[in-house]
C-alpha cells in the first residue's frame, strides 16, 4: 500500500527499490507486480543479485498483465553489478550500477551487448569489471568510488571528500581499488 501511495502523491514515475541486504525486508515478485499496475510505477531496481529472482518477477508480473485488462510495462533493472550481464540476458532492461560512476563507457557497453544478446562481448567488458564491482564495496559506498573518481578525474575533482560521517577511502584500502581500475583498464 506504501508504494501505491506514494505512486498517487506524487504524480510521477516512480521505481521501486528492492535492497533485502540493506532493508532486511524483500519485496516479494507478486508484490511488485501488484505495484507494476499503477501507472505511475514505472521500473524495479533489483539489488538481490539472484538471478533465479529476475525469473520468477517476469513471471509473476506475466501472470499478473494476463489476469488485468492492462500488460505490465515494468522496466527491470539490476541493482547488483557483478550480476548485470546475466541480469540482462535473462530478460532484464538494464542497470542502475555503481560502478558506471567509475567505469561509464565500459558499463554501457557491456549493458548494451547483454541486451543484444551479444554474450561474448558481454562476457568480455564485464570480465574486466569483476574486481572493479566487488572493490568499489571494500568499504561504504560511496567513500571507494570518491576514491577512484578523484583518481581518474583529478584535475577536474579537487578531493576524495565524503559528507559526515563518512571519511575519505581508509589508506590500507587506495591499492585495493587503484588495481581494481587498473584490472578494469581505467
Known sequence: RHFIDLADDTGMPLCLYNVPGRTKVDMLPSSVAI?????????LKDATGDLMRLKEQLQAL?????SSS???SLLLYSGDDGTTKDFC???????ISVTANVAAKQMHNMVQAALAKDEMKASDIDASLQ???????????????KHA????????????????PLCPLETQYE????????????
Open 131 to 145: 574486481s572493479l564491482h566487488r572493490e568499489l564495496f571494500c568499504e561504504a559506498n560511496p567513500i571507494p568510488v
Open 70 to 72: 492492462s500488460s505490465s
Open 149 to 164: 573518481v578523484y583518481k581518474l578525474f583529478g584535475g577536474i575533482v579537487s578531493s576524495n571528500y565524503c559528507r559526515p
Open 175 to 186: 591499492r585495493i581499488v587503484e588495481d581494481a581500475m587498473k584490472d578494469a583498464n581505467l
Open 35 to 43: 505495484c507494476a499496475q499503477h501507472e505511475n510505477i514505472v521500473a
Open 62 to 66: 506475466d501472470n499478473d498483465s494476463s
Open 89 to 95: 540476458l535473462g530478460g532484464g532492461n538494464g542497470g
